[in-house]
Each structure stands twice: as structure tokens, then as C-alpha cells.
């Protein structure tokens, strides 16, 4: 049987893949008491004195909400709430798994902005942290940025975050081999959605400056149509020599290409127009923008995707567990971007120098290191900014 329908028995099976489990034991009388009435009024009472307490009486310091509104699920696009419920609950896993984290899926059968916010802002309070999942751009960035400013809790949009601080340890490992500064590199970004936007934010605040960023168009130059807000705003913010053209022209010369786009964009021919041992992340999911085996008979040095049976997986994995963990660990009320390039890096130091090797740029999601590195690398640097 393939993959595919093993995963659909598997999951008629299971029927739900998380489930509430009680952490105490209500054996008798007296833990019934404690437990709920009389005796639960008075942690209901401290909370009302002080809702920080909250942290301290209730599960709210290891509790995430993921949130989805179902229009960008994998590589599936506007499947709905409903459909992108084994989703959440699988991320719900993730975090259990990977980070001992509790997580509640929920799935909201709105499109609307406000809707959106303001019923996250009115759940907010009962959960540690918030962590958007699969909603499609630009609304996610209007979303994300409203609730950051709304909560007192991190607010963490994955499919923008996540994924740039994976690219950026890649990255960060990946210039060892190549023997160059992070800063000196010159990168092309094909995808001009949630991902690909915060990789360029994320890129430009490790110090990189020769960014292009292309879409179905070409490459986003400042002053050209066809572009939403947060394109215009990327495009202010990178391509500062004014390129224009296609991605064809865009890998002229380059280092790397990060592609968050679509299946077969990529060809040998492009590949060999960029400079010498270039860097290859073709992200797209199940099918890259150029297979590994192609780019790299193309010239590629070093290859990624987003594939489990090739080597470089850039998988979220590597992140948001740790992220989250380090968060709630001090009771951070936001993750800033000062924690995403301290996580990258903390992602990318669990391989020593003397391991890296171009089929070896990240560890693997099941080194237990990654966790605990990325949650130490969060944590500390919160503390220090608070």
C-alpha cells in the first residue's frame, strides 16, 4: 500500500489523532473536592486577585492554541475548516511529541479578517500562546499583526516563521561550506506569498542585503503593478538596484535560490546560470520546484526541500517546538525577531563544523538536541531583551 492510503486507513482508524487526558487523579470524595467544588473556588478567586497567577494555577503556561481558517492547508489551498482539521490536530502532535507541549486545534469557519481577530482576542487569554496555522496571504500578515498587538501572548504565524528560520540556520550552515559570510550572499526567493516574504524579512534582519524576491511576474521591483501591499512593502525593502525581468534573469550570477512556489519552476538551464556551487532549496510540497537529483546534475553544491526521502529536510518541525517551549519557559508575551535569528542559529549549531557536509546542512527532526537548543537560544535571548 502507498503512503497515501496508508495514511487514509490509518487515520479512519484512529479516528482523531489527540485526545484530553487527565493530568490528576479523582479517586474519591476528597479528590473530588479539590479538585472541582468547593475546593477549586479558590484558585478561581487568586486568578480573579491577579490573572497572572493563571500561569501558576491553571495549564495556560503550557497551553497553544493553532488556529487555522483552512485557506491555505499544505499544498492543498482553500480546502476549508472542516478538512483542514487533520492538519491541526497533527501539529497538535508535534508539539506534544516533540516539546511536551499541550495544544488545542481549532478550526474557524471565517475568511474575514476582523472575524478572525476578534475571536482569537476573545479565546486568547486561556491559552500560553497562539500559533496561526495555513492561512493565506496577505490576510495572514494583517491577521498576525493585529493580534500581536491586541494579546499579551506570543502570536506566531508558522507558515511565515517557521519556515524562515529554517531557511535561515540552512543558510547559516550552508556558508560554512561555502566558506563565505551569510552577508555576502546573493539570494533569489521564487514566491512571493506568506513564506517567501518573511524569508526575505527574516534574511534582510541576518544582514543580507542582495535580495530579489520573484513572483508569477518576475521579479518585485518597487514601482511595478501587480502587486499587494506586503509585496510593495518587501520589494521597498529588497531588489535596491531595481532589477526587473524573470526569475531566468533574477539567478543571474546568484548563490542561492529558496524557491516557496510550485512544482517543476526550476530547470538545469537556470541552475546553470547562477555562480559557482550554487545553493538549491526547492520547497515545494510533495513535488520541488526542480528535483534533488536534477539540480544536482545541474551543478547544484548544496540541495534542500521539503521532503522527508532526501537529505536537507527544511522542515517546521526543526522550529516552532522549541520556539514555543523557550516562549512559555519565561512567559514571553511576544516572539520577536531578535528570537527567530537566535532560534536559526541555535537550529543550525546543533551540527558541529566538523559534521556539516552539503548533504548535511540541518539536523534531523528526531535529534533530541534541536529542541532543547532552540527552546535555551529563545529563552535566553527573551530574558535579555525583557
Known amino acids: 500500500m502507498d503512503l497515501n492510503g496508508k495514511a ?9 489523532k489527540i485526545e484530553v487526558n487527565s493530568r490528576i487523579p479523582i479517586a474519591n470524595k476528597e479528590q473530588l473536592s479539590i479538585a472541582y467544588t468547593p475546593g477549586v473556588a479558590e484558585p478561581c478567586l487568586e486568578i480573579k486577585k491577579n490573572s497572572a497567577t493563571a500561569y501558576e494555577y491553571t495549564r495556560k503556561g503550557n497551553l497553544v492554541a493553532v488556529i ?13 475548516p472542516q478538512a483542514a482539521m487533520p492538519v491541526m490536530e497533527g501539529k497538535c502532535c508535534l508539539f506534544k511529541e516533540f516539546a511536551g507541549i499541550d495544544a488545542i486545534p481549532i478550526c474557524l469557519n471565517t475568511k474575514v479578517v476582523d472575524e478572525i481577530v476578534e475571536t482569537i482576542e476573545r479565546i486568547g487569554f486561556s491559552f500560553g500562546g497562539i500559533n496561526l496555522e495555513d492561512i493565506s496571504a496577505p490576510r495572514c500578515f494583517e491577521i498576525e499583526r493585529r493580534l500581536k498587538k491586541s494579546l499579551n501572548i506570543p502570536v506566531f504565524h508558522d507558515d511565515q516563521h517557521g519556515t524562515a528560520i529554517i ?7 550552508s556558508a560554512k561550506l561555502l566558506q563565505k559570510e551569510i552577508v555576502e550572499l546573493s539570494i533569489v ?3 512571493a506569498g506568506a513564506a517567501g516574504i518573511a524569508i526575505g524579512k527574516l534574511l534582510l534582519r541576518m544582514g543580507v542585503k542582495k535580495i530579489l524576491i520573484c513572483d508569477i511576474n518576475g521579479i518585485l521591483c518597487e514601482g511595478a503593478g501587480e502587486m499587494n501591499y506586503a509585496q510593495k ?9 531595481k532589477k526587473s525581468g524573470s526569475l531566468t534573469d533574477a539567478l543571474e550570477n546568484a548563490d542561492v535560490f529558496i524557491g516557496v512556489s510550485r512544482p517543476n519552476l526550476l530547470s538545469a538551464k537556470m541552475i546553470r546560470r547562477m555562480g559557482q556551487r550554487p545553493v538549491i532549496f526547492a520547497l515545494a510540497n510533495p513535488i520541488p520546484e526542480i528535483m534533488p537529483e536534477d539540480a544536482k546534475n545541474a551543478g547544484a553544491y548544496i540541495v534542500g ?3 522527508s526521502d532526501y537529505p536537507n529536510q527544511v522542515n517546521n518541525v526543526l522550529a516552532f517546538p522549541g520556539i514555543f517551549k523557550g516562549a512559555l519557559q519565561v ?9 527567530k535569528i537566535s532560534a536559526a542559529y541555535g537550529i543550525a549549531n546543533v551540527i558541529d563544523e566538523r559534521e556539516l557536509a552539503p548533504d548535511y546542512i540541518l539536523p534531523d527532526p528526531f535529534n533530541q538536541k534541536v529542541v532543547a537548543a532552540v527552546a535555551k537560544a529563545v529563552s535566553s535571548r527573551a530574558v535579555n531583551i525583557w
Open 167 to 173: 531557511v535561515g540556520a540552512a543558510l547559516i550552515n
Open 8 to 16: 487514509l486507513d490509518e487515520h479512519k482508524r484512529w479516528q482523531g
Open 331 to 339: 512567559r514571553a508575551k511576544n516572539i520577536t525577531n531578535e528570537m
Open 233 to 241: 512593502e518587501i520589494a521597498q525593502l529588497t531588489n535596491q538596484a
Open 68 to 80: 487555522t481558517d483552512g485557506t491555505a492547508v499544505l499544498g492543498l489551498g482553500d480546502i476549508g
Open 189 to 191: 526567493i521564487n514566491g
Open 305 to 307: 526541500t521539503g521532503r
